[in-house]
């Protein structure tokens, strides 16, 4: 092979971002399609659709090469984290927080294989599932990734799924058919960042910490698992796509791993010193596939200068590309055999998405994940009762699929159209109240012309992916359930709570005021089988397998101190032991003083806005190294774009003596070029890492309370030593709650 086609097998891009053309040209050794990513820029189109481009992309990257030189199928990744969800009839399974409370590998085992299945039906070879996470911090956005908290449950499911998806190695149909590469991630301690922020710092010993993160990988390994995803995260202030100690020495040597290591989206660019288009250090610490989804043609020609330079040593890109071939070879994409997408095995067969005998698997796995933490006796709904299922949402399978579901985030904007062959929560409810005799209304608001015998209340986080889903509390604020759950023990009607959501939150009110409250999770396509338990159809088995929090604050709960419920509680449908009346203090729920320094575009009276001493009217205009424009956050010129200069610095400052810790609602485009300081009072705060991990992640809060300011004063200032643009929409001071850690 020539030295260009080795680095393209090394390079991942994006459907969205380049053509079978460019893939005739390149032949990268795979690519992927985005959460947002879909055929011909259709993030909805039909199987076929998708079936269709992968033959395009395959026949570009067998075409024949001059000279004799090799040419090499490319492969296509997905992110199929719960069914092959990204496209429109597939069978939608819950999320593995679910699974993990149904303790049942086999189950897990069942779902890879179909979820292999409906993969292969669409001519996709490569998913980046199982997330193998220990998630510690529940406020971490990627909770429900984790199947649990303790590493040995997460291992054996892990590795279940892994078997499910490839098959089991030396047996027949190992990535045969039905079968599809697995992919263990995020290597390592993906749920272990401080604050539980999503791609942000793992601080401590390193043996302690391996003995929690590491556990999931030698079962994986041990599964077969073909490949493993280097993780955004740093440890000790290392980022995990280049750290070597960690990605060679640990991953290759102490565990003996000999498949492919892929990167994560543009997670390389994070390193120190790298970009997305040029970054040497993460091949030479162990990564072999670059994914960069976009600037995929200026890091191409960067890694083939590198090596021709000698950056890059040619034996570690041979090195490389060797287990990219060896992943293909395995999955018999190398031999004489090897066909098209569309003629292989289960290719076409569109009639498999969404199956019955799948769709069966994942209501089975519904049934089995839902855990009942309270029950006065209302549970199993009697037969012939009359029934009112209430909330918003009761009826949205978006709502109870959460992210990762046809589009990134998931999202209440996708009607149950999109979603052919799925049952509801309340279309589950409905057929089961019928079948036991009696009737089903469905009331978003719970209003009802007959009372009902049991009020059903279905109501949740709504649904978010990733960073998007990082809190600062467990506090969940949405009152919608609460107020139907009050006006229902009002009326003197039994109600149950079904609590969609992608981790335990502080429920304390909504449980006291139900009857019986069942965590549901995020269970997908198969809302019948939350009827299945709630008619005593099935027994419910389903047990926490994460700590359920007595206090609403967020701090990580890893065990009994601290919890309401423990690891592995749940109830029985006959257990209707009573539960004692919950406290209900929250300090985040009270209304704390607060006073308002900027907002919708105007400065509060007594405070001042400056750069570098000279004053910026309601932080508009330029001076002192800073540029300040109207920016349309919610409404007309609402926020303020700043941009700095080098050395610059922008200043808030107050009249008189005030009181409070600091919010400062901020939007940052792209990672800071240089060191960024926030000043509170006369503390300096270097804030340069925790910008890099907040940039191009939306709008984020930063809260600086005396846990990292012990003289909050009464000014603040931001200094950049590089050109740096921010865009600000609030600034306010507030007391939060005693201890209140400082988050950015």
Not at 107 to 116: E, H, M
Not at 285 to 290: C, F, S, T
Request: with cysteine; proline share 5%.
């Amino acid at each position: 092979m020539s030295l260009e086609r080795k680095i393209a097998q090394l390079i991942q891009p994006q459907i969205n971002s380049f053509t079978a053309d460019d893939m005739r040209r390149y032949r990268f050794g795979s690519y992927l399609n985005g959460g947002n990513g879909g055929p011909y820029g259709d993030e909805f189109a039909p199987a076929s659709e998708w079936l269709k481009l992968a033959d395009e992309m395959w026949e570009a990257s067998t075409a024949p090469l001059p000279a004799g030189e090799p040419a090499i199928p490319t492969i296509w990744g997905t992110d199929a984290v719960h069914g092959h969800t990204n496209v429109k009839q597939a069978t939608i399974f819950p999320h593995n927080i679910a699974l993990g409370a149904t303790r049942d590998a086999d189950l897990v085992r069942r779902i890879g294989a179909a979820t292999a299945t409906e993969i292969e039906v669409t001519g996709i070879d490569w998913n980046f599932s199982p997330t193998v996470a220990i998630a510690r911090d529940d406020r971490w956005g990627r909770t429900y990734e984790s199947y649990s908290e303790q590493p040995k449950l997460v291992a054996e499911m892990g590795a279940a799924l892994v078997e499910g998806l490839q098959g089991t190695p030396g047996e027949d149909d190992y990535l045969g058919k039905g079968r599809v590469i697995a992919t263990a991630k995020h290597f390592f301690a993906d749920g272990g960042t401080d604050q539980g922020v999503d791609q942000g710092d793992v601080n401590g010993d390193i043996d302690a910490l391996k003995s929690i993160h590491v556990v999931p990988y030698p079962a994986a390994i041990s599964a077969g698992v073909e490949t493993i995803m280097a993780s955004f995260n740093s440890i000790n202030g290392i980022k995990m796509h280049g750290n070597k100690e960690l990605l060679t020495d640990v991953l290759r040597g102490d565990l003996g791993f000999e498949g492919l290591v892929v990167g994560d989206w543009n997670a390389h660019g994070q390193i120190e010193g790298c970009t997305v288009s040029d970054c040497a250090q993460a091949l030479l610490a162990g990564l072999d596939i670059y994914m960069v989804p976009d600037d995929w043609k200026a890091l191409h020609a960067n890694l083939v200068s590198q090596v021709q330079n000698g950056t890059i040593p040619m034996s570690r890109i041979d090195e490389a590309v060797t287990r990219v071939l060896r992943v293909k070879y395995h999955a018999g994409l190398l031999g004489p055999d090897a066909a098209k997408p569309s003629a292989r095995p289960n290719a076409g067969k569109y009639d498999m998405l969404g199956s019955a005998s799948h769709r069966a698997i994942a209501r089975e796995a519904v049934a089995k994940s839902q855990v009942i933490l309270k029950n006065n006796g209302v549970l199993p709904v009697k037969p012939g009762a009359s029934i009112l299922v209430a909330g918003a949402n009761a009826d949205s399978v978006a709502q109870s699929a959460g992210g990762w579901t046809l589009t990134w985030q998931g999202g209440l904007e996708l009607t149950n159209d999109y979603f052919p062959g799925a049952t509801s929560i309340w279309a589950g409810l409905e057929d089961a109240a019928k079948e036991a005799g009696g009737s089903a209304v469905l009331s978003e608001d719970g209003s009802y012309t007959a009372k009902p015998d049991v009020a059903i209340v279905v109501f949740g986080e709504e649904p978010y992916a990733e960073f998007v889903g990082d809190k600062k509390t467990l506090v969940f604020a949405d009152e919608e359930g609460l107020e139907l759950l009050k006006k229902f023990e009002a009326e003197g009607i039994p109600a149950v709570a079904i609590f969609l959501s992608g981790r335990p939150l502080w429920m304390n009110r909504e449980i006291n005021a139900a009857d019986a409250f069942v965590a549901s999770w995020l269970p997908g396509s198969e809302g019948a089988g939350i009827a299945d338990i709630l008619y005593g159809k099935r027994e419910a088995t389903g047990r926490l397998s994460f700590s359920w929090p007595a206090t609403c604050g967020g701090a990580p709960l890893n065990g009994s101190e601290g919890a309401l419920f423990t690891v592995g509680s749940g109830r029985s449908l006959g257990d209707t032991a009573p539960l004692a009346k919950l406290d209900e203090t929250c300090g985040y729920l009270t209304e704390a003083k607060s006073a308002v320094w900027y907002d919708l575009g105007r400065l509060s009276t007594g405070i001042a806005a400056s750069a570098n001493g000279i004053n910026l009217v309601n932080l508009r205009g330029e001076g002192g190294g800073i540029v300040a424009r109207g920016f349309d956050y919610q409404r007309q010129e609402d926020a303020r774009e700043v941009t700095f200069g080098p050395g610059a610095t922008l200043s808030f400052a107050q009249q008189g003596e005030g009181e409070g810790d600091y919010r400062i609602l901020y939007n940052l485009g792209a990672q800071p070029a240089g060191k960024v300081t926030l000043t509170v009072g006369n503390t300096p705060i270097d804030i340069t890492p925790q910008l890099r991990l907040s940039a191009g992640k939306g709008w984020r809060e930063m809260i600086v309370t005396e846990d990292c300011a012990p003289q909050l004063g009464n000014s603040i200032s931001i200094t950049s030593d590089a050109p740096m643009t921010i865009t600000i929409a609030r600034i306010a001071r507030q007391d939060m709650p005693e201890g209140a850690q400082c988050s950015f």
